[in-house]
């Protein structure tokens, strides 16, 4: 059982930078893809990022591309998504999320976080 934790939420101004962390326990994160989901409100839960297990592969969706970057650290049990340029459509509920998969995606996922709010003023 892996229980996922997030901080590093928060207000901040558009064009601003915000990182978001996640801590793992409970059990290792080799084998797990790790990735980041958000939920604006009134809005369904979208895949943000995604790496997998080794750090070779990553996925971003196509709004973020270029802004946020997502990594992880396998001995710390740690996973971050380095936000930069952050955009009034960015505020939302970020979720950290694990699945055991070979690749970068974490598409229905094994483990959720409890969530961070992130909230970009204009």
């Known amino acids: 059982q892996v229980q996922l934790v997030e901080s590093g939420g928060g207000l901040v101004q558009a064009g601003g930078s915000l990182r978001l962390s996640c801590a793992a326990s409970g059990g290792t994160l080799s084998y797990y893809a790790m990735g980041w989901f958000r939920q604006a409100p009134g809005k369904e839960r979208e895949s943000v990022a995604a790496i997998s297990w080794s750090g070779g592969s990553t996925y971003y969706t196509g709004s973020v591309k270029g802004r946020f970057a997502i990594s992880r650290d396998n001995v710390k049990k740690m996973v971050f998504l380095q936000m930069n340029s952050l955009k009034p459509e960015d505020t939302a509920v970020y979720y950290c999320?694990?699945?055991?998969?070979?690749?970068?995606?974490?598409?229905?996922?094994?483990?959720w976080g409890q969530g961070t709010q992130v909230t970009v003023s204009s």
């Open positions: 999320a694990a699945k055991r998969s070979a690749y970068a995606s974490v598409g229905s996922p094994d483990y």
